[in-house]
């Protein structure tokens, strides 16, 4: 029987109700006659742990993490600390230590859920957005000069490396290729931007070479966002900079209904370290520990997992699964329904043997 790794870091707030539901899922699938067993170890990491220890990690996580085949996140963020502390201190530097440079974020209206665009019908939005995560306009490079004067300035430079961005573009051409449409639009701004941008173009060129069977073509960012609105279903798979990918994923987690939805994977592609997978949405305290949690976007979170470790069967299962709950209306109030986590949890469990 195939054994895989599984590392959980439930961290902060609904963190701690959805990775356990999630973990029961996957359990579900497993199962007898799943095919393979998980060996899952779950980490006490993020804020609490902050404050027994002063870390938001074991000082030797990134090392204790290396041997898994994939890593269960949650979310991280608390009420009562700064920014720089949780996300940093544990979510990118998983990010960053792992060089998880493709940021996947596949959105889809689900049975069951409304988009807020009136045209939109469950079925017509499917989109997977692969985000630069590496580099670009997050490099953090750049300055202030002149603090407090009348011609103070500040810069904040992009950086683009043809390594980083050929690997990015590969990415999505793989994924584009896999899809049965073999779409891949490329957004930049290049009519305005004339140096990354114009090189992102290039190289688009350069790697499309390799995938012949894959249609591509270019959008400006601008002109892409008001597609998305206007013209969804002209959209498959979409490659973007660190900042471009990062706006028009939140849109396109807003066309597709809600937060509570929203997977994402943080892939090393090369496979030389582990990937992340965890839900969109942060720690949400507003809800936390009222069992309220929508568990969707990390029962979607656990698919993408199972694909990447090689359960693609179990992958579709869940999926089936988790639309057919939709589908029935067993939906949380973020999505306008009335259930709760555990009832939610419950019902794709039951899909899941039911479709044994
Ligand atoms: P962070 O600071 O880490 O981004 P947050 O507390 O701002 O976390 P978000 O995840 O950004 O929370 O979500 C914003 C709001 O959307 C939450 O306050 C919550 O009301 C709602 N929300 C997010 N995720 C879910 C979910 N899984 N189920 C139900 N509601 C959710
Ligand atoms: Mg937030």
Same mark, same amino acid.
């Given at each position: 029987?195939?054994?895989?790794?599984?590392?959980?870091?439930?961290?902060?707030?609904?963190?701690?109700?959805?990775?356990?539901?999630?973990?029961?899922? @996957? +359990?579900? &699938?497993? =199962?007898? #006659?799943?095919? /393979?067993?998980?060996? $899952?170890?779950?980490?006490?990491?993020?804020? %609490?742990?902050?404050?027994?220890?002063?870390?938001?990690?074991?000082?030797?996580? @990134? +090392?204790? &993490?290396? =041997?898994? #085949?994939?890593? /269960?996140?949650?979310? $991280?963020?608390?009420?009562?600390?700064?920014? %720089?502390?949780?996300?940093?201190?544990?979510?990118?530097?998983?990010?960053?230590?792992?060089?998880?440079?493709?940021?996947?974020?596949?959105?889809?209206?689900?049975?069951?859920?409304?988009?807020?665009?009136?045209?939109?019908?469950?079925?017509?939005?499917?989109?997977?957005?692969?985000?630069?995560?590496?580099?670009?306009?997050?490099?953090?490079?750049?300055?202030?000069?002149?603090?407090?004067?009348?011609?103070?300035?500040?810069?904040?430079?992009?950086?683009?490396?043809?390594?980083?961005v050929?690997?990015?573009?590969?990415?999505?051409?793989?994924?584009?290729?896999?899809?049965?449409?073999?779409?891949?639009?490329v957004?930049t701004?290049s009519?305005?931007?004339?140096?990354?941008m114009v090189f992102w173009d290039e190289i688009a060129a350069e790697?499309?070479?390799?995938?012949?069977?894959?249609?591509?073509?270019k959008?400006?960012?601008?002109?892409?966002?008001?597609?998305?609105?206007?013209?969804?279903?002209?959209?498959?798979?979409?490659?973007?900079?660190?900042?471009?990918?990062?706006?028009?994923?939140?849109?396109?987690?807003?066309?597709?209904?809600?937060?509570?939805?929203?997977?994402?994977?943080?892939?090393?592609?090369?496979?030389?370290?582990?990937?992340?997978?965890?839900?969109?949405?942060?720690?949400?305290?507003?809800?936390?520990?009222?069992?309220?949690?929508?568990?969707?976007?990390?029962?979607?979170?656990?698919?993408?997992?199972?694909?990447?470790?090689?359960?693609?069967?179990?992958?579709?299962?869940?999926?089936?699964?988790?639309?057919?709950?939709?589908?029935?209306?067993?939906?949380?109030?973020?999505?306008?329904?009335?259930?709760?986590?555990?009832?939610?949890?419950?019902?794709?469990?039951?899909?899941?043997?039911?479709?044994?």
């Amino acid at each position: 029987m195939r054994t895989h790794r599984i590392a959980a870091i439930p961290a902060d707030g609904i963190g701690k109700e959805v990775i356990p539901a999630g973990l029961r899922v @996957l +359990e579900a &699938l497993a =199962g007898r #006659d799943g095919g /393979f067993r998980l060996d $899952v170890t779950e980490f006490p990491w993020g804020s %609490d742990y902050y404050r027994q220890t002063g870390r938001m990690m074991a000082e030797d996580g @990134l +090392e204790t &993490l290396k =041997g898994f #085949d994939a890593i /269960f996140f949650g979310a $991280v963020g608390d009420q009562h600390l700064p920014d %720089d502390i949780t996300l940093w201190g544990l979510r990118l530097r998983i990010c960053q230590g792992f060089d998880q440079y493709a940021n996947i974020r596949p959105t889809r209206v689900l049975p069951g859920l409304t988009s807020p665009l009136r045209e939109v019908a469950p079925g017509d939005i499917d989109w997977v957005i692969v985000r630069e995560n590496s580099e670009g306009e997050y490099a953090g490079h750049g300055g202030r000069a002149h603090r407090g004067h009348p011609e103070e300035i500040a810069t904040e430079t992009a950086i683009f490396t043809r390594a980083g961005v050929t690997r990015i573009m590969r990415t999505a051409f793989e994924i584009a290729a896999k899809r049965p449409r073999k779409l891949l639009t490329v957004v930049t701004k290049s009519n305005a931007q004339k140096h990354g941008m114009v090189f992102w173009d290039e190289i688009a060129a350069e790697v499309a070479r390799d995938y012949p069977s894959v249609t591509w073509e270019k959008e400006l960012v601008d002109a892409m966002a008001a597609r998305m609105v206007r013209r969804p279903r002209s959209i498959d798979t979409v490659v973007a900079t660190n900042l471009h990918a990062d706006i028009l994923s939140d849109l396109a987690g807003a066309v597709a209904g809600s937060l509570g939805v929203a997977p994402t994977a943080n892939l090393d592609p090369s496979r030389r370290f582990p990937s992340m997978f965890e839900p969109i949405h942060g720690s949400a305290f507003d809800i936390a520990g009222k069992g309220a949690a929508n568990p969707v976007a990390t029962f979607w979170t656990a698919a993408m997992m199972l694909d990447h470790i090689g359960e693609a069967s179990a992958a579709a299962r869940l999926m089936t699964a988790v639309e057919r709950v939709c589908a029935d209306g067993v939906l949380t109030a973020d999505v306008g329904g009335t259930a709760n986590t555990e009832q939610v949890t419950q019902a794709v469990i039951a899909a899941i043997r039911g479709a044994n």
